[in-house]
Nanobody
Framework: QVQLVESGGGLVQPGGALRLSCAASGTIFNIYAMFWYRQAPGKQREWVTTIETGGNTYYADSVKGRFTASRDNTKNTVYLQLNSLKPDDTGVYYC???????????????WGQGTQVTVSS
């Protein structure tokens, strides 16, 4: 089986920073694009960023210039650096990856369980 596990969330004051991590493990043959989403209380889950296998990144307008995604393919891990945090950034942050498993081809989406980010003074 394939698992994604996020970490790094917490409580931070406005203007602060956090670094989220998402590590994939299990019966992985290949990992393609990786994504971060977030869900604020009472709102739908929204896309935050995409990072492709080669490192190309794309961001939602609401986080552009403040958040930076990166990945370490040797560790099957994607990171999200959150800077200049605002209260509106509060929510549960989820990672998603398109993964080809050694036991269940073809590639499909896998989700992590989420990590809470709270921005408050």
């Amino acid at each position: 089986q394939v698992q994604l596990v996020e970490s790094g969330g917490g409580l931070v004051q406005p203007g602060g920073a956090l670094r989220l991590s998402c590590a994939a493990s299990g019966t992985i043959f290949n990992i393609y694009a990786m994504f971060w989403y977030r869900q604020a209380p009472g709102k739908q889950r929204e896309w935050v960023t995409t990072i492709e296998t080669g490192g190309n990144t794309y961001y939602a307008d609401s986080v552009k210039g403040r958040f930076t995604a990166s990945r370490d393919n040797t560790k099957n891990t994607v990171y999200l650096q959150l800077n200049s945090l605002k209260p509106d950034d509060t929510g549960v942050y989820y990672c998603k990856a398109v993964i080809q498993s050694t036991t269940m081809p073809p590639p499909r989406d896998y989700w992590g369980q989420g990590t809470q980010v709270t921005v408050s003074s």
